[in-house]
């Protein structure tokens, strides 16, 4: 049977367009439709914008510190239009990277909404239904608003971005990645920032020691955290919106930030009609290969809600071309997946946190905390935390978790020797590079404690 596509993309996203892109190269006839910006949440509403805000963030401290470095620093003021415009054209210029990109490999794109329509059908915005041999779901995801009262009022990440000013105050609701960056973001550039997190302890899944160091260099940073509570009511008035809270506290805040997790985009996509399973929290079900319970509909990325992470999505898609197209079956690897928090200062992470190693094997749990020389000649008193979490029986370093500045990129690094295997002793017999703060990686000789 002849096919208008040999692949239809769904979902112009990271992994989507890697797929696509890398599959039209080989010479398979490629059409994808993305109903919003080519580049989905990373390059439009995610990774890129939230790193250039972390960036702009950071130079509150900096003044600080330059001046306690002997420069004579004026009186510096940040200005949200100013940036936003930049970044606004920023955005602009990538989304051209990446349709010149789909162009140059020769994917026919349609800036449309697309649903299946069958196991090798797409229907169009327009009702055109093309057909496929294969087609690949990476829709991604959206952000999960609390079914609470009067929760309209409140903004969500995608919103940030486009805000005309920043408020004054802002009330930020959950504990998780998003929540804890925008909290110190925010407050960086000025706006008075709450956060309420319903558990004991935010960043729930990560390593425990390194969750309470976190949290208190966002308290310390200045955002007024409050764990244990949550939302109560929301009311609209002239100044912004009061908000009652389960501490009993009642505040009006400039706005409010829904920061509380993300669903997978498979709503009205047609995929349960066609036959595809859907989970419980409305991911595409896959197996290894990425493969849906209908053969020709594979799905990547968070739309399957595997590890929501970019890198993962792409690789999920490389993986796709190289199974279907090259005829080289290829399960996408999901151990060891480094990831960062963009906090301030950032934290990074590898491999299994001290409590989930601890159910595993008995471990040796190595950890220090220190001022690191940069900030600690400015003055500041914030504290680096690194820890190494490793197996008694094997030697391997099973978990690496790293509060600092920078931990994203020295995290990325010591992915590398733990994803090799390395044993504690070889990062023992490393040498250090000196000064650095990552040298206490390779310097931690006795453990904290054995579990
Ligand atoms: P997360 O799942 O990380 O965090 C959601 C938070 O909201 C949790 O603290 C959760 O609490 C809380 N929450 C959920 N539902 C409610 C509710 N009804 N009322 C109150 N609180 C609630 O989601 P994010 O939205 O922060 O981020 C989504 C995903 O995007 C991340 O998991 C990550 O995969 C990815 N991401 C990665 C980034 C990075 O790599 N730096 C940056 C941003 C996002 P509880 O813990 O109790 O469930």
Redo the contacts with the bound molecule.
């Keep these: 049977m002849d096919f208008d596509y040999d692949l239809f993309v769904i979902g112009g996203g990271s992994g989507g367009v890697r797929a696509a892109r890398v599959a039209a190269a080989d010479g398979v006839k490629v059409g994808l439709a993305e109903e919003d910006r080519m580049g989905g949440t990373c390059v439009i509403r995610?990774?890129v914008p939230?790193k250039l805000m972390v960036f702009a963030s950071e130079f509150a401290g900096a003044f600080s510190d330059a001046r306690a470095y002997g420069w004579d620093v004026g009186a510096a003021r940040f200005e949200w239009p100013v940036f936003r415009e930049r970044l606004n054209a920023e955005l602009d210029r990538l989304e051209g990277v990446y349709r010149n990109l789909l162009k140059g490999s020769g994917v026919t794109t349609y800036d449309t909404r697309a649903t299946v329509a069958g196991p090798h059908e797409v229907r169009l915005g327009n009702g055109t239904v093309v057909s496929a041999r294969h087609i690949l779901v990476a829709t991604g995801?959206r952000?999960?608003v609390?079914?609470?009262q009067a929760a309209e009022l409140g903004i969500t990440?995608n919103d940030i971005f486009h805000l005309p000013d920043l408020p004054t105050s802002i009330l930020i609701?959950?504990?998780?990645?998003?929540?804890c960056?925008f909290a110190c973001i925010l407050h960086g550039m000025g706006v008075e920032v709450h956060q309420i997190?319903?558990?004991a302890q935010?960043?729930?899944?990560f390593d425990g020691e390194a969750r309470g160091h976190v949290a208190e260099l966002i308290r310390e940073h200045g955002v007024h955290l409050h764990v244990g509570t949550?939302?109560l009511a929301m009311e609209k008035r002239p100044d912004g919106v009061w908000v009652k809270t389960t501490d009993g506290r009642e505040q009006v805040y400039g706005q409010v930030l829904f920061?509380?997790?993300?669903t997978p985009n498979t709503e009205g996509l047609g995929l349960e009609e066609a036959g595809v399973e859907i989970g419980r929290r409305g991911e595409v079900v896959v197996n290894e290969f990425s493969q849906t319970r209908v053969p020709s509909i594979h799905a990547i990325g968070?739309v399957t809600n595997r590890?929501?992470?970019t890198p993962v999505a792409i690789r999920e898609g490389m993986a796709f071309v190289e199974t279907v197209f090259r005829g080289n079956p290829t399960p996408v690897d999901h151990d060891l997946v480094a990831?960062?928090?963009?906090t301030q200062p950032e934290f990074g992470s590898v491999g299994l946190s001290e409590e989930d190693a601890r159910d595993q094997e008995p471990i040796e749990v190595y950890c220090t905390s220190f001022r690191a020389m940069k900030q600690a000649f400015a003055g500041r008193s914030e504290r680096v935390m690194m820890k190494l979490v490793v197996s008694r029986a094997t030697r391997r370093v099973l978990g690496c978790h790293i509060v600092a500045p920078q931990a994203g990129e020295m995290i990325q690094l010591a992915a590398i020797a733990i994803k090799m295997g390395a044993t504690k002793e070889d990062f023992d017999r490393t040498c250090a590079v000196h000064p650095t703060m990552a040298e206490e990686l390779v310097t931690m000789k006795t453990p904290v404690r054995h579990a």
């Design positions: 995610g990774c939230k995801g952000p999960a609390p079914d609470a990440s609701v959950g504990g998780g990645y998003i929540a960056e997190y319903r558990g935010i960043l729930r899944g949550n939302l920061a509380t997790g993300r968070d590890i929501n992470l990831n960062a928090v963009f």
